[in-house]
């Protein structure tokens, strides 16, 4: 500990500046290599950019900062092509909207947008490739948005707390809003326009009807006209009894004609601060939240009141399927299915269903939500979790692209092989116009955006595959280790390689073979598989994983809660790979696995491996020192340290506990360190980020 | 507003290295006076630091970072004298703590430390000479700490919220500590250091028993040992209820047994995770908090058990007075002195009581505390408050050593004239050794600590103050404006001006002539004469300014409240000042003012030349545009603004409340905006920021 410190205070300080994170993938330092450097310097001589707009202006300004950056050195713009000129324009005859073109010839580099968007998203396309010192010439690409709206769902409160944040508190200032304008929300809109994101919903689902009243609707308005020209659309959310809260009306009951009045005169007026708004978000009927079951409605009742209301202004409606019944379910995991099931085809056309990647919360590992593909006339769009809420929260490093790609490639079966969630969700299944997919942010007031370093690329990693999910979780891992780190290749291959891991590591160390929800009650922090007694038992940690004396996990087969025969029967057969064995079984201690091992062995194993692999991921990481500046290298190794001691917590805690069901020996060679179980069950976290604070 | 927005977006971005603040006053940019940094090159040529320390560490290590800096070149360190070294060492012949001195001859410039912290301080002057770009030939200077215990006192929770925070959340990251280091860390320890501040109080005076677990101690003592070589102490705030609360005892009376063992196990277990742990604040029976009179006890009583505690280790106990009695009192104003003047000589002599410097509570303006000078055996420091609660939050630029040397050089003629509050709580008017002073800290994880730029200015001036309180409020304007900003003269003298006059500026649109504690309720902000209905009277508005048909004010004369008794008699005449009327005496409305207005075209006056002052100082700022770099201006411009919205609300709705009294009109000229007074009343500033949000 003393060297540590020592270390610290020796690397300490306010150097000019210092690598904090701030700038995420947008550093734009010089290209290092020298050789490359010149080619590019060749190519790029000056840029012309005819005519005008409020987009074209920040795109400018990106451009001439990042050129600056990455090519030290001033690149005029000009207004004519000579040779050299990097030429960005719209050209209306393309006809997919946001989408762009980038040739090259000997004299000219072209970036066409189909429109000023398109232009914008070219011009960082181009960005990232000398970001990513690739080859300029010879370019032929083509590139367009394969969902329409992708949007960040902020949790934050208007206290600036955070639903399940863990990088400090809201970057919204509400208070000194609208005259004070932090220059953050500026960055926040490049960042998010680098990566395709054109839509952010300002606040928690778990709404507040404040949030629609004119003094907030004024510092909302500051916002969307700061984000416009970067193409971030503004959505917010809607408290469902918001017509009693601040209507003053008796009641919020979606039929009722004073409640419909009510919701298309405020709709009005929101447009009239923010005229390209683009909808509400809903959660109605689930966690305590009001909603139209309240007035015996149902789910379509109140999202087409709420849709009629935006419909005129061209807005849509998010509805989100999480929802709860106020009795306990058999499976929680058949929720959603039941409600919406047999609501498909009742919901108006602006209306789509934001369905969570699972069906139960955002786990280590789901399978895919059976809603995907059973709707055939409503439009469904992905709800991800960029936040680690149930993923070591901001001191775990777990790239997440790699979870989100195993959903998006899954097969719903709904139309014959081939059917998978991504086409379910773009809208190619089902040849619909709109499609939608939401990731709730993990950003928070933290110098360095997200708590975690390795956080960003989770932010990153969604908005690229919101873009295009048929990239790869390598690709995209290289690209943020690229743009963040360094291009050498090694210590890309090496940073690439910890990310692509960390994933299916900490799911062994956390939640193996299909076990999930036995974290810790409320923070959802650290384990807690003796998470027994909670005011609902579908939160509570056994009713998961059902371990007795005979075996473990939860059988929804046939001779179960049956909630495998909510998927299409050919995608069922998925589900026989053992990393989903406890979600779908409840299975015999003594068990045989592939391995050879019983599944006793196998879970502890499972544990055990997960906290040796991420050992090596902190070898990795710890051979990289010279390569990887201090400041940044300091930051993710005393997280790596503090996720290595969380992970032998998770092993040694739950090996623990789960024999005292299996009453089998921890085989040898197993470390589950020298504390009683009691110690893991007494461990408390008494303030721990991203739930509301109780008083 | 559209113009403002694309100024924004024109200015917005991530330049690669933006003024955000961060940096506080100890940048070190390079000295742009060409023959200035000539001067200071040729006298500057090696460093020679002799002996070792982990201060001397630090030492050399800020050093370096700082004449490479301000220098422009590495400055080596040498391990002898030679022309042009500057020369930094101990020499404990010099007798007081911490002082330091420092000359310099042809050859070489020599800052000698009593102790190695003398020497830290020594070094942080010297560098302050150059940040200044002062002359550095022939220095003869000898500096010692007036006040002993120079201490920050943080209101921060373990969820890290902040009680009457303005700056964003704690920049204590409760969660992620032990292991996880904030840099922010040491960049505290520096600024603190670098004015002298000594101490720090971690949390909350509210305090929580858990700080003082095992747990949390864990992470203390992380703090204290990254803290340490900067001289900077930690202290916690003792929650009195703690054995009850994680002791298991039954009770927490001070005269208990097992209460006082328990408190001596406690401490001793605390000192063996920070040996140098400096000891407790402690608010007990106020405002809820529990307390020594829970059991009929004495402060005295609680005070001693704790020091007997803290006695062995040289702890020490500071005991606020800020106390309530459960009754609503007839005079708030009276209560601390009445409790305390009659326990004067019955505390131990490791406590000190700390009073805040009115009697009220850190109001704009108000008389000094009348416990100062009343307590001839009891040793009592001073509490100022930094953060600005009562004036404008982070959004109002006052700069409060003003206000605060209004205060130390009050007299109190205790024993005779000259008796200040100074000498009070430095010691030397009744010859004590030990001495004190506490400022609660405006510190938050904003970019830029403090919320507003203007604001660091404040916790500068409070460490400077600590250190000298007889510095000039103008000398430390000057001194942190060309720190901060720049040395061009016509730049220095123009934010100089702004600052000296915020102050008046500010009591003159707030609380002119004595009025006082007519804010919103709960949240403090904004203006709320109306403040009638709240669970005590004592917190309501109309209990102070006690304005009726006949006229206004605090009658605290002998034919009122008597509080005025409570000084000296040659100290109340000080309060025949006009700038005191209303906090001493219930004047008629047609009261002949000085100026020969009445008192209510007197009241409407300053309200209005407060406003028209504070557009002066906004356009000041407004000329310097081309001078300060745009990130900082444009900051301070819309905070600028902002204050000027807020000075008119307080105009404008005080006059017009205050006129339902008065039955006057509004001396002609005198603007009072275009709503009627139910406007401002309905104003609601629902997450205000520094109150416990509720849910």
Redesign the interface.
Known sequence: MKHL?IA???L???????E?G??LW?R?DKVQDTKVLKAYKSKIKNVYVPGTS?TA??LK??LA?ALK?LLDKDIPFTDNISSGTLVIQVNPLISSPESYEISSNKNSINITGADWPGAMYGMFHFLRLLQTNSGITDLSVTSRPKIKARILNHWDN????IERGYA??SIWD???LP???D?????YA?ANASIGINGTVLTNVNANA?MITP?YLEKVK?LA??FR?YNLKVYLTARFSAPIEIGGLKTADPLDPEVRQWWKTKVDEIYKYVPDFGGFVVKANSEGQPGPQNYNRTHADGANMLAEAVAPHNGIVMWRAFVYDSNVPDDRAKQAYSEFKSLDGKFNSNVVIQVKNGPIDFQPREPFHPLFGATSSTPLMMEFQITQEYLGQ??HLAFLPVMWKECLQADTYAKGKGSTVAKVIDGTLDNRQFSAIAGVANIG???NWTGHLFAQSNWYGYGRLAWDHELSSLDIANEWARMTFTNDNDVVEDISWMMITSHETLVKYMTPLGLHHIMGANHHFGPGPWVAKMSRSDWTSTYYHKADSLGIGFDRTASGSKAIEQYFPDAQKQFNDEKFLLWFNHVSWDYKMKSGQTLWEEICTHYATGVEELKGIQKTWSALSSRIDS?RF?HVT??L??QR?EAELWRNSCILYFQTFSKRPVPKDIDTGNKPLEYYINI??????GI????
Chains 1, 2 share one sequence.
């Open positions: 410190l610290i205070l020796l300490c300080c306010l150097p000019a500046f210092s904090d701030y700038r947008l734009y409020p202006e920040v300004k990106e900062l950056g208007l206290d600036r707390t400090g508190f509400w208070h000194r005259e004070y304008i220059p953050r929300y500026t960055d490049r404040l003094m500051v006209d700061l020209p901001a001191t007031n933290d110098r400041d300091r005393m997280l340290e503090r001691n408390q976290y008494p303030y721990a980020p509301r604070p109780r008083w």
